[in-house]
C-alpha cells in the first residue's frame, strides 16, 4: 500500500551509511592523529605492526613518510586525496599499496589499497594520453547523446569491467540510463527507468560531496574498525573514505542483479547531483585507484561539457521565443486592446510557449485559439483556478488533471497548462495548452515493488526487489514538459501586458483631467 511504501522508503532514507563503523576488506584503514601521527583506530585487518597506541613512524616508516610529506602539501585541503603508491614489510612479505588520505577533525585517515608489484609505477603515463584522447572525441559529438556514450565507452575500458550505464535524475530522483556501453555479459539496461528509492536521499547527498565509490566483491565481510570511536567519542565519519564499507541492502540489491562488482562517479552539474556513471561486473573484480581517479578527471571533464551544451541549447531558445515575444508586443502596442493584438496573431502566441491552443478568459468573456478544451471547460477551470489560495501569477503543469481532476475530461486536449494571471483585480487569465503524450516507460523491475518488508517479519530489515525484469507502465494524463525558457517567456509576456494596460490606463486618466 501506498503508506507502508512510505514508511519503508523512509526507513530507508535513514541509513546513517557514513558512519558505519567497518571498511571493505580490499584495503585496510588507520585513524591517525594529526600531529603525532598516534595510531588511534585501525581497521581489523591492518598488519599486526600497526597497533592502536603506536607511532605510524616506529610501526611503518616508509607510510609515514608519505602521510609527513601529504600533510605538509595540502594541510588545508578537504577531502579524499589520491597520494602515492608504497612499498611496506607487512610480516608476511614486501606489499606494494596506492595510498589515499584526508581529514577528519582532528584526524588524518589513511586508507591502503594492495596491487600489483607491476602496477606500482602506473602515474600520469596512462592518464594523460586518455585525457587528451577523451577531449579530442568529445569535440566531435554532435548530441548530448553522443557525449554520454563517449564518456560510457571510455569508462568501460579504462576500468575492464562488463558494463558502464550513464544514469540520469529526473525531478523526482527517478533516473533513466541514457547511455551504455557492455561487453555483453551483463544485459542491456538502456532506457530503462529505476525508482527514486534504489538511491536513498542521504546517498545522494553523500554522493554529490564523494564522487567515487567501489563495490570489489558483493559477497565481503565488513571489517571493523576498532576501537569503535575516535579519541573525542564519535564513530569516524566516513564520508570521504574510499574503503567505506556500503549499506548491506545496496549490497543485496547488487546481488539481484546478477553483479558481483560495481563502481560509480558522481557526474556533477553547477554543484547537483546530475546523474551517476554507474558500472557493473558478473564476477568480483577491483580498479585501483589511480584507474578510478582517471574515470573521475573524465567524469568531470564530461560534465562541463554537458553543462555547456545544456546552457547553449537553452540560450539559443530564450533568443528564439525572444523574437516571438518582441513581435507580440509590438501587436499589443498597435492595437486598441491587448487582446487584439493576441487574438489576430494566433501563430505567434502558440509559439511563445510551443503550445497547441490557448485561450485569453476573464469574467464574462473567453476568448479560444487553437486546439483547446470547450469554452464551459475552461469556465470550470478559470473558477478553480481564480480560487486558488496561492493565487501565483503562473501556473505550470504538464499533468493537469493531478491538480484539477475535472481536466480528465479534457486530457487528450490539455493535459499541459501554463497560465499567467493579466489583471489580479478582474481575475484574467493568459492560458495556453498542450495535449497528451501518452508514453510507456521501461522500468527496471516493477518500481511499486521496489522496497520490501522482512519476509521473517523483522521491523528493522529491508529489502530491495528480486527481480529487475522490465516492467511497463502506460503513462497517461500527462503532456510535454514546459522548459524553463517557455515558462520564462510566459511570465515576460505578462509582464508586457500589464505595462500595456498600465499605460492605457494613464493615458485615459490624462485625457479625462
Ligand atoms: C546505493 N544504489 C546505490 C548506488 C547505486 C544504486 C548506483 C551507489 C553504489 C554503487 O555504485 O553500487 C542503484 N545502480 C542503481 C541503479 C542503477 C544501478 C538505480 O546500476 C540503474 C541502472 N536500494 C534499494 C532499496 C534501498 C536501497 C529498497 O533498492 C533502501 C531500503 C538503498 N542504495 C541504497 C543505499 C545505498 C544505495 C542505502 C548507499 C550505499 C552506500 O553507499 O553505502
Not at 287 to 307: G, W
Not at 308 to 326: D, F, K, P, W, Y
Not at 448 to 474: C, M, N, Q, Y
Request: hydrophobic share 45%.
Amino acid at each position: 500500500s501506498g503508506a507502508a511504501q512510505r514508511l519503508d522508503v523512509t526507513a530507508c532514507d535513514r541509513e546513517p551509511i557514513h558512519i558505519v563503523g567497518s571498511v571493505q576488506p580490499h584495503g585496510f584503514l588507520l585513524g591517525l592523529d594529526a600531529r603525532s601521527l598516534a595510531i588511534v583506530q585501525a581497521s581489523a585487518n591492518a598488519p599486526a605492526a600497526a597497533a592502536v597506541g603506536t607511532i605510524l613512524d616506529a610501526a611503518l616508516p616508509d607510510l609515514a613518510a608519505v602521510v609527513r610529506h601529504h600533510l605538509a602539501a595540502a594541510e588545508t585541503q578537504d577531502g579524499a586525496l589520491y597520494l602515492r603508491t608504497v612499498t611496506l614489510e607487512t610480516g608476511s612479505g614486501r606489499q606494494a599499496y596506492e595510498v589515499a588520505a584526508h581529514r577528519v577533525d582532528d584526524l588524518v585517515v589513511v586508507e591502503l589499497e594492495e596491487i600489483d608489484a607491476a602496477a606500482a609505477d602506473i602515474g600520469v603515463d596512462l592518464l594523460t594520453p586518455r585525457l587528451r584522447a577523451f577531449v579530442e572525441r568529445l569535440h566531435t559529438a554532435r548530441t548530448v547523446e553522443d557525449l554520454c556514450r563517449f564518456v560510457a565507452e571510455d569508462i568501460r575500458q579504462i576500468t575492464g569491467l562488463d558494463r558502464a550505464l550513464v544514469y540520469r535524475f529526473d525531478r523526482d530522483w527517478h533516473g533513466t540510463v541514457l547511455a551504455e556501453a557492455g561487453n555483453g555479459v551483463l544485459p542491456s539496461y538502456l532506457d530503462l527507468r529505476f525508482p527514486a528509492s534504489d538511491i536513498p536521499v542521504q546517498a545522494r547527498e553523500l554522493y554529490r560531496r564523494n564522487r567515487l565509490r567501489i563495490i570489489p566483491d558483493a559477497g565481503y565481510v565488513p571489517v571493523p574498525i576498532r576501537p569503535a570511536t575516535t579519541p573525542s567519542g564519535r564513530p569516524l565519519d566516513l564520508s570521504q573514505s574510499v574503503l567505506r564499507s556500503v549499506s548491506p541492502v545496496h549490497v543485496e540489491y547488487m546481488r539481484n542483479m546478477g553483479t558481483m562488482a560495481s563502481m560509480s562517479v558522481s557526474i556533477l552539474v553547477d554543484g547537483a547531483l546530475w546523474g551517476l556513471i554507474s558500472c557493473h561486473n558478473r564476477a568480483p573484480k577491483r580498479v585501483p585507484l589511480q584507474a578510478r581517479n582517471a574515470c573521475d578527471v573524465l567524469t568531470q571533464i564530461f560534465a562541463l561539457q554537458l553543462s555547456a551544451r545544456e546552457r547553449g541549447a537553452q540560450s539559443e531558445r530564450r533568443l528564439a521565443l525572444g523574437a516571438v515575444q518582441a513581435r507580440l508586443l509590438g501587436f499589443m502596442a498597435e492595437e486598441d486592446s491587448f487582446v487584439d493584438g493576441l487574438l489576430n496573431h494566433p501563430d505567434d502566441v502558440l509559439a511563445l510557449v510551443d503550445a497547441t491552443g490557448a485561450a485569453v478568459v476573464t469574467a464574462d468573456r473567453c476568448r479560444l485559439l487553437g486546439a483547446t478544451p470547450t469554452e464551459r471547460e475552461i469556465r470550470g477551470l478559470y473558477r478553480w483556478l481564480s480560487a486558488r489560495e496561492e493565487a501565483e501569477e503562473v501556473f505550470v503543469s504538464e499533468a493537469l488533471s493531478e491538480a484539477f481532476p475535472a481536466a480528465a475530461a479534457f486530457a487528450g486536449r490539455a493535459s499541459g497548462l501554463l497560465a499567467v494571471s493579466v489583471s489580479k483585480k478582474y481575475a484574467s487569465y493568459i492560458l495556453w495548452f498542450r495535449p497528451e503524450v501518452v508514453r510507456t516507460v521501461k522500468w527496471g523491475g516493477n518500481p511499486v515493488k521496489a522496497v520490501e518488508p522482512d519476509p521473517d517479519g523483522g521491523p528493522d530489515r529491508l529489502h530491495p526487489r528480486k527481480s529487475f525484469e522490465i516492467w511497463k507502465e502506460t503513462v497517461k494524463g500527462r503532456s510535454l514538459p514546459w522548459s524553463d525558457p517557455e515558462v520564462e517567456a510566459a511570465k515576460d509576456l505578462r509582464a508586457s501586458v500589464l505595462g500595456i494596460v498600465l499605460r492605457r490606463a494613464e493615458e485615459l486618466a490624462a485625457m479625462s483631467e
